[in-house]
């Protein structure tokens, strides 16, 4: 109760739907306490880096970490408001109950439906990425929300419309206040904002972390899938974070019709590369690779052992594919299921606000 | 206290009357005395001689392309201006969006905060440092809502110039967006210029300006007429060698106080 108690006396007074929402779980956990410790988040707010993560390459440093903040950009998050008709927010295609990933469908609908070329990726841990999209091309988190803002498939808004809107809207007049002081609406204070919220999509509570933290074990086919994915796949989708931010071909196609990271270098060597994605709940965010091409791990895992395309930039580590005899699949598999955050998808002050 | 109050009262009116004097004696002479602004202008020409203009068909003397302007928008950063002794003053949160559709083809810079001196030399970035490139959400003239920042490719946009010409091979219209902040492809240029043996009075009449003069027309100077390339829309060798040659014809026209 130390922390609701915290934020009830010093951040919360000003908002009273959140004071009723806090009251009503203070009584409920009141009630609940004397059996069981269950209805509080199970971690306090804010951000902290896990103790065996490297350090985040995002510092909030021009961006102080307040809740105000953070709870204005989870209000824009989930706002459709926010796109050109009205029906599509960050969360259609980053949505909690997927790890942070797209409904799991190859290209995520924007507005009027349309598609756009590449799968949404989830967007857990990006306070460690160097860079952003498959291609890298974004190379700050804070600017990251301009591409599907803007994007003619995505959200097809411009930032000076959307600044219009809320203007006018007194729900966000009132949370802008309370996050920056004044009324005024900035391109910047909604993407500082939107920035605050996604910093906090940390996932390091799956089965993995707590055998990390010696609070659980694994089964023998998942120990023996561990140390097979050390040895076959950690070059790229290195520990903690299950990728090295690096860009790669691992071998989907002779000829490219996304040429990836060529896109943004314009360097041929680069053709066909993209970035390694994470791991983490890798299980929950089918279907996969940048254009979702696979739908189930398997697929995927036979595409290592049996199906990698030569191509001049294929990555080397995989020039014989990555042999994956006997029950070796079955092993891998059941270690990646360990990667699984149910925690994540549940989070309390990651969930959809409740109005 | 009382007397600390009386110290402190004589060493006030002490100052007071040595400022005064200092101030006869040397007018211009220290930084203390106070600051004015400065106008930073540019002038844009064409051919020359003839003022730049939007929306007029305008024949480039280099190409014989017809060009009509709709746009035409840069930016300049980090203005410094060197003092006689050789130090610098350095202008802080130097950031400007020149667009020439709303603020006409001679726009203004304002250098607020100038300390009384002798200067005799600018300096100035063409383009948006490195440095705010990748340091995530910018405001005022940098913010992303006033168009000029790529959102799939991160960087600034340091120039515009938008149109229509007959000879263009886009369908009638040119669109050049340069840009790119590092590697051989960075456009980002550092320019200074000496006032000519000229020094520049900053000493509190309000009428400092510096002018200079720019020329589009060399934007294609290289690269040839627009039929051969009509747009560019990220970094690279094309948006390098055309705002090289751009850059290349800002000159030092005069300064007035």
């Not at chain 1, 009141?30 to 985040?56: A, M, N, R």
């Not at chain 1, 295609?93 to 439906?113: I, K, M, Y």
């Not at chain 2, 040397?26 to 020359?48: F, M, R």
């Not at chain 2, 300006?209 to 690279?236: D, F, K, R, Y």
């Amino acid at each position: 109760m130390i922390s609701l108690a915290r934020l009830n006396s010093n951040t919360f007074m000003s908002n009273w739907r959140w004071i009723r929402l806090l009251a009503v779980i203070a009584v409920g956990s009141l009630i609940v306490s004397c059996k069981k410790e269950q209805v509080e988040p199970y971690k306090k707010w804010g951000f902290s880096k896990p103790d065996y993560f490297p350090e985040p390459v995002y510092n909030f440093d021009n961006n102080k970490q307040t809740f105000q903040k953070f709870t204005l950009g989870r209000e824009l998050f989930y706002d459709p408001f926010l796109s050109s008709d009205g029906t599509v927010s960050c969360a259609s295609c980053h949505a909690n109950s997927h790890a942070f990933a797209g409904h799991n469908t190859a290209l995520s609908p924007g507005v009027n439906n349309l598609l756009g070329t590449r799968n949404s990726p989830s967007i857990a841990n990006m306070a460690w990425s160097p860079s952003f999209m498959w291609d890298g091309g974004i190379n700050h988190i804070e600017v990251m929300p301009i591409a599907p803002l803007t994007n003619p498939v995505e959200m097809n808004e411009t930032l000076a419309n959307i600044i219009a809107k809320l203007q006018q809207s007194e729900k966000y007049k009132k949370l802008f206040k309370e996050a920056y002081g004044t009324e005024d609406v900035t391109d910047q204070r909604v993407l500082k904002a939107l920035t605050q919220y996604m910093m906090m999509i940390v996932s390091n509570n799956s089965k993995y972390d707590q055998v990390k933290h010696g609070e659980a074990t694994f089964t023998d086919a998942e120990q023996q899938g561990y140390e097979l994915f050390q040895q076959k796949c950690s070059q790229c989708h290195t520990e903690p974070l299950f990728t090295d931010y690096s860009f790669r071909n691992n071998g989907l196609d002779q000829s490219f019709s996304d040429g990836g990271r060529f896109l943004i270098t314009q360097n041929e060597n680069d053709k066909g590369k993209f970035k390694v994605p994470s791991l983490r709940n890798v299980a929950l965010t089918y279907p996969y690779m940048h254009d979702g091409r696979y739908y189930t791990l398997n697929d995927v895992l036979n595409h290592y052992a049996t199906g990698v395309q030569h191509s001049s930039t294929l990555d080397p580590l995989l020039e014989n594919g990555i042999p994956l005899p006997g029950n070796e699949k079955t092993l891998l598999i059941a270690f990646l299921n360990t990667l699984s955050d149910y925690h994540l998808m549940t989070d309390f002050w990651l969930a959809e606000p409740k109005h | 206290m009382k007397n600390t109050f009386k110290l402190g009262f004589i060493a006030l009116a002490l100052s007071a009357i040595a400022a005064c004097k200092k101030d006869k004696i040397e007018p211009t002479d220290s930084a203390t005395l106070g600051t004015d602004n400065v106008v930073l202008k540019i002038e844009h020409t064409w051919q020359d001689s003839l003022e730049f203009q939007l929306n007029t068909d305008l024949v480039n003397p280099l190409t014989g392309d017809s060009l009509n302007f709709t746009t035409f928008k840069y930016y300049i950063s980090n203005i410094r201006l060197k003092k006689a002794d050789g130090s610098w003053w350095t202008q802080p949160n130097s950031y400007f969006l020149l667009d020439l559709s709303a603020q006409g083809t001679t726009p203004s810079m304002q250098l607020t905060g100038v300390p009384y001196g002798e200067y005799t030399e600018v300096e100035y970035v063409l383009g948006v440092d490195s440095t705010r490139n990748v340091s995530g959400a910018q405001d005022g003239a940098l913010s992303p809502s006033l168009g000029m920042f790529w959102s799939w490719n991160s960087g600034y946009i340091m120039l515009k110039a938008e149109g229509i010409s007959p000879n263009a091979s886009m369908g009638g219209s040119f669109a050049f967006h340069l840009g790119g902040f590092s590697g051989v492809n960075n456009v980002v240029t550092k320019k200074s210029h000496t006032f000519v043996g000229n020094s520049l009075s900053v000493s509190g009449n309000g009428h400092c300006q510096i002018h200079l003069e720019a020329a589009p027309q060399t934007l294609w100077q290289t690269v040839g007429s627009v039929s051969g390339n009509s747009m560019i829309h990220m970094p690279g060798s094309g948006a390098k060698t055309m705002s090289d040659d751009f850059f290349g014809s800002f000159e030092f026209e005069h300064i007035h106080e």
